[in-house]
Nanobody
Framework: QVQLVESGGGLVQAGGSLRLSCAAS????????MGWFRQAPGKEREFVAA????????SFAASVKGRFTISRGNAKNTVYLQMNSLKPEDTAVYYC?????????????????WGQGTQVTVSS
């Protein structure tokens, strides 16, 4: 059974930082990129960032580029999202996802497996 478990969400003031973690289990993900999507109230889920298995390729949404970084742990099934200079518009539920490798740098990265989500709230 595939499981993606997120942690690290919370409440932070604008300009602050948070680090999200995701631990994947249940299968090998070397044919997938790992990454993050987010969904704000009343909005569609949107892509945030992704990283391939070897961590040689990363991809970011334009809205977070330069503020967020993505990395893998020593155990390749762990991925982190470091979020700096947070803005109120970053408020959303953040979902870890296993993303089809062929889509990670395209216009519409596609997640095949999903975590349960973790809330990030940025106050102004």
């Amino acid at each position: 059974q595939v499981q993606l478990v997120e942690s690290g969400g919370g409440l932070v003031q604008a300009g602050g930082s948070l680090r999200l973690s995701c631990a994947a289990s249940g299968r090998t993900f070397n044919n997938y990129a790992m990454g993050w999507f987010r969904q704000a109230p009343g909005k569609e889920r949107e892509f945030v960032a992704a990283i391939n298995w070897s961590a040689s390729i990363t991809s970011f949404a334009a809205s977070v580029k330069g503020r967020f970084t993505i990395s893998r742990g020593n155990a390749k099934n762990t991925v982190y999202l470091q979020m700096n200079s947070l803005k109120p518009e970053d408020t959303a539920v953040y979902y870890c996802a296993a993303i089809r490798l062929s889509t990670m740098t395209g216009a519409a990265p596609r997640g095949d497996y999903w975590g349960q989500g973790t809330q990030v709230t940025v106050s102004s």
